[in-house]
């Protein structure tokens, strides 16, 4: 990774901080223009460091919110102030609630996962849903089935970077709507995955639950990455007190 490439990470985490420190679920009203909600965890650092299209996306996003214990530790070390943890999976959820009447789209996960999370939502009181795609048609299908359906809030959950270089593209359509890029959202309020127990959650070990769960897929994230991404944040700070950032 490029020395100059700092700066950016580091606005990107500022960025964070100052948007997780002045969210309010009234931020996330229907408005007539598009706005994106996406967020960043360690392993989205890990991505800024070696694809720009992704990092300008965030930069370009209106709300950029932190999500886990890794951006927790990694702003205490870069003095940044102590934020909520506004992850996807709790945030989504309230923000459908305070939007129940508006028409919901989510685009990602398997076809299996999605028929599961549209029981749920019938059942919770969404009538208002749009056709669900899987996550695995190219983008060209997605910005045709955007100009169709003209979603009130469209939720991707294709995982990074994937779901947040595509809302940049969704976004420049004429058609306005709350973009949210949830990762794995759709898994988890389906069923279709089980959640860390809410006692987890709250002593911030999530992270061991889903390596517990799904270990040859996040195996390399929790050991490897998450040493690269404590290298990043070590290397921010050593440059700010060299004074180049």
Not at 73 to 88: C, M, S, V
Not at 119 to 146: I, S, V
Request: net charge positive; with cysteine; hydrophobic share 40%.
């Amino acid at each position: 990774m490029q020395l100059n490439i700092y700066p950016e990470i580091l606005e990107a985490l500022k960025k964070t901080e100052q948007d997780s420190l002045s969210w309010n679920i009234d931020q996330a009203s229907i408005i007539n223009q598009t706005k994106r909600i996406l967020f960043l965890n360690a392993h989205g650092v890990n991505l800024t460091s070696c694809n720009g299209n992704f990092l300008k996306e965030l930069l370009a996003s209106d709300y950029l919110l932190r999500d886990g214990i890794g951006l927790e530790l990694g702003f205490k070390y870069l003095n940044l102030k102590k934020t909520e943890n506004l992850n996807g999976t709790d945030l989504i959820p309230k923000i459908l609630h305070a939007n129940k009447d508006k028409k919901i789209a989510v685009w990602g996960s398997s076809d299996e996962a999605l028929r599961k999370l549209r029981a749920r939502l019938k059942d919770e009181g969404y009538h208002n849903l749009a056709p669900m795609q899987h996550g695995f048609h190219l983008d060209e299908f997605y910005l045709e089935e955007y100009n169709s359906v003209k979603p009130d809030i469209l939720i991707l959950c294709m995982g990074m970077p994937r779901q947040e270089i595509l809302s940049g593209k969704l976004a420049k359509l004429e058609h306005s709507s709350l973009i949210i890029c949830g990762g794995g959202w759709a898994d988890f309020y389906s069923g279709h995955k089980k959640r860390a127990p809410e006692w987890v959650r709250k002593i911030k070990m999530e992270w061991v639950h889903r390596l517990c769960s799904e270990p040859f897929r996040l195996g390399k994230r929790y050991t490897i990455d998450l040493a690269h991404y404590f290298f990043i944040i070590y290397k921010i700070t050593h440059c700010k007190k060299e004074k180049t950032l």
